[in-house]
């Protein structure tokens, strides 16, 4: 852990203190979770502590804390954004 902890402040900056599973970094493998079930099937694999579904500002699954939301409705660039408020971070799904 303190390796990942360096890395992240060399890459950054900053630290961040946070497991590396919750840092929504998008890889080669990933794709944008468009459907509440993939959302659902990357929050098991995260071991997630719950899941909220429902018409979000924010669209498409992300986290927050040690929460997965996916937000119904929106675009597929809407889903997509990198750029979310506060601490939400984008979940990104594993290419099928």
Not at 25 to 48: A, D, G, H, W, Y
């Amino acid at each position: 852990i303190r390796c990942s902890v360096l890395l992240i402040f060399i890459i950054t900056g900053s630290v961040d203190s946070r497991p590396l599973r919750q840092l929504g970094v998008m890889t080669e493998n990933s794709v944008v979770c468009l459907i509440e079930e993939q959302c659902r099937r990357k929050f098991r694999e995260l071991n997630l502590n719950y899941l909220y579904v429902n018409n979000w500002p924010t669209k498409g699954c992300f986290l927050k804390g040690n929460n997965a939301y996916f937000g119904i409705g929106g675009t597929v660039e809407e889903m997509s954004d990198t750029d979310l408020p506060g601490i939400q971070e984008r979940i990104w799904c594993d290419r099928e």
